[in-house]
């Protein structure tokens, strides 16, 4: 008989197997919440609880996860070639291929209110990479929600547009993996019957032979490749039509009726329980903006081409430009039809929604206050996984300087005493930061002396002392071979060493494109210096943030090194 103790102990097992159970039942259905007791202006606002309520949880977002080329490979098709028209998208939504107008027109939020920045397809490929996700994740959504009973799914309502641009994604899909079988045949079949004439062949000819017939299958091979290459960009012309139809969805009654809006809903989910914030999901909303924007250039650029190539059956291709409808008005009406504010009498569409939802959420991110995450104890900075003691960060840089300042002058300047590099007296030194001549910095104020000429010291020593000659010189007087490559890779080191030196020592820390855009003299194109001398110290002028490129507002951020750092620089 099991005692009081084993008796309790399995009793509370059960009991626990039992509330984990109810747990996840409770967090398997989605339910819509009590404002009294849960508030949250967020949720309320996005509505996506409403929409999705009663819908299972872990089911609905199986609609979004990344698609499984073996299991999946239709949609895997449809993933690839998405990838595929957003690079060639960025390659044609430039002003050299659709003019400045066009991404003046295409940037518009409100048809009637000029915008002040022409739309910018460039992005950093993490950037790229996280957008393009965005997409393909609401791109899965709905096929695999069509796929499924409609009481599984969110209720959202496809147009007739919307249903024949998708099957005609699937039909083209669909054909393109029958050819591809084919294909796929006629090379098992190929080989077999190779296989068959080498084991037949007897004599060293026949041999040869069989060896010319593999080439001949190779160039086959690079054909299969480039017809393979056509299909796909057949599928890829079908996708954007199908994004477009997406965006081009009159809200007429609920905005959960639009296929984009629903699938934004299910991204929401976080996980098995909660939801995401305004702080984390407005980058969403920013993915679709930017690449429905995009894919707006890319249409109107197919749409052109395509009227081109049909005018050219009856005319010359200057005649059919000419008559072909221009950039301009084809991104004109697509904008007016479906990427901007509601006006004249028109529905909203799935975009007026995610711009007003994102401006709501960009005025809660900018309002929160930030989680406190370092904390300072004494000597140490303690950060989530993270215990660092500044006696460690001085010793790194200590350690740092010491290896730059050793490839500076042993390296670099070729001197084994630093007694031997012309002194720099700091003190009297000045700048003059308004002088805009071109190539000029402070090296050229006249008013500075050097002990030594500044820009031929190494190359006048180089051709003095003996030791220099034999390093770099043969006996011919030319520049030995893998010297300068050698050379080339100390100046290399030393730029990192310097790189994170200044990183660690200037202040806060500068974004990478601010550092590595450092200039030590004028240049025609970026103007002013940012490298400048006041006080003995030298100062660096950060000329550039986050968000020049769509909005050209330069912020100047002035920041100081310390003396050793400075010296190195």
């Known amino acids: ?58 089911g609905v977002r199986e609609f979004v996860e990344p698609v499984d080329e073996k299991e999946e490979p239709h949609l895997a098709i449809m993933c690839t070639a998405f990838e595929w028209l957003i690079q060639d998208a960025q390659h044609y939504a430039v002003r050299d291929v659709v003019g400045i107008h066009t991404l003046f ?93 080498f084991n037949d062949g007897e004599d060293e000819e026949e041999v040869e032979v069989y060896e010319g017939a593999g080439e001949e299958v190779d160039e086959g091979f690079e054909d299969e490749m480039s017809e393979e290459t056509k299909w796909m960009r057949q599928i890829q012309r079908e996708v954007l039509r199908f994004c477009i139809t997406l965006l081009d969805h009159p809200l007429q009654d609920s905005e959960y009726q639009s296929p984009i809006i629903s699938g934004l809903a299910v991204l929401m989910i976080k996980g098995d329980k909660g939801w995401h914030d305004a702080e984390d999901f407005t980058t969403k909303y920013s993915a679709v903006i930017k690449l429905a924007q995009l894919m707006v250039v890319q249409e109107a650029y197919e749409q052109r081409q395509e009227q081109i190539r049909t005018y050219q059956s009856e005319m010359t291709e200057v ?57 300072w104890i004494r000597d140490e900075v303690l950060y989530p996984g993270t215990r660092v003691q500044m006696s460690q960060l001085r010793s790194m840089v200590h350690g740092l300087i010491g290896e730059a300042r050793d490839e500076l002058f042993r390296k670099l300047m070729v001197v084994t005493d630093e007694g031997g590099v012309p002194s720099i007296d700091w003190d009297n030194t000045v700048d003059q930061p308004s002088e805009t001549k071109v190539g000029w910095s402070f090296l050229d104020d006249e008013r500075n002396k050097f002990g030594a000429h500044k820009e031929w010291w190494l190359f006048e020593r180089i051709y003095q002392e003996q030791a220099l000659r034999e390093q770099f010189l043969d006996d011919d007087g030319l520049l030995k071979p893998g010297a300068g490559e050698a050379y080339q890779r100390h100046v290399e080191r030393f730029l990192e060493l310097l790189l994170i030196l200044i ?14 855009g450092l200039r030590w003299k004028n240049t025609a194109n970026g103007g002013v210096r940012n490298v400048i001398i006041e006080n003995g110290l030298v100062g660096l002028v950060g000329q550039y943030h986050k968000g020049y490129r769509s909005s050209s507002n330069i912020k100047i951020i002035h920041r100081y090194l310390p003396k050793e750092v400075g010296e190195l620089l």
Not at 28 to 53: F, M, N, Q, Y
Not at 121 to 142: C, H, P
Not at 167 to 185: H, L, N, S, Y
Not at 347 to 371: C, E, H, L, N, V
């Open 1 to 58: 008989m099991a005692s009081r103790t084993d008796q309790f102990k399995a009793a509370k097992k059960e009991m626990q197997r039992a509330f984990e159970k109810a747990e996840a039942e409770e967090n398997r259905k989605i339910k819509e919440t009590d404002e009294a007791k849960e508030p949250s202006p967020w949720l309320r606002r996005v509505g996506c609880i409403p929409h999705l309520a009663g819908v299972d949880r872990k």
């Open 319 to 375: 005649e059919a430009r000419k008559k072909a409808t221009s950039y301009y008005r084809l991104v004109k009406q697509f904008v007016a039809q479906f990427t901007t504010m509601a006006h004249g009498g028109r529905d909203p569409t799935p975009m007026q929604w995610i711009y007003q939802t994102r401006s709501y959420g960009f005025k809660i991110r900018y309002t929160t206050p930030a989680a406190g995450k370092i904390q």
């Open 503 to 516: 990183h660690l020592c200037a202040g806060q820390p500068s974004r990478a494109t601010e550092i590595l």
């Open 105 to 197: 027109e295409a940037n518009k939020k409100e048809v009637e209110k000029e915008t002040n920045m022409p739309f910018d397809s460039w992005m950093d490929i993490t950037t790229i990479e996280r957008y393009v996700e965005v997409w393909k994740q609401l791109l899965l959504f709905v096929f695999r929600a069509e796929d499924d009973e409609a009481e599984f799914r969110p209720l959202y309502v496809l147009t007739e547009a919307q249903q024949s641009a998708m099957q005609t994604v699937r039909d083209k899909i669909g054909a393109f993996q029958e050819w591809k079988q084919e294909q796929e045949k006629s090379a098992e079949s190929r080989d077999r019957d190779e296989d068959e004439g």
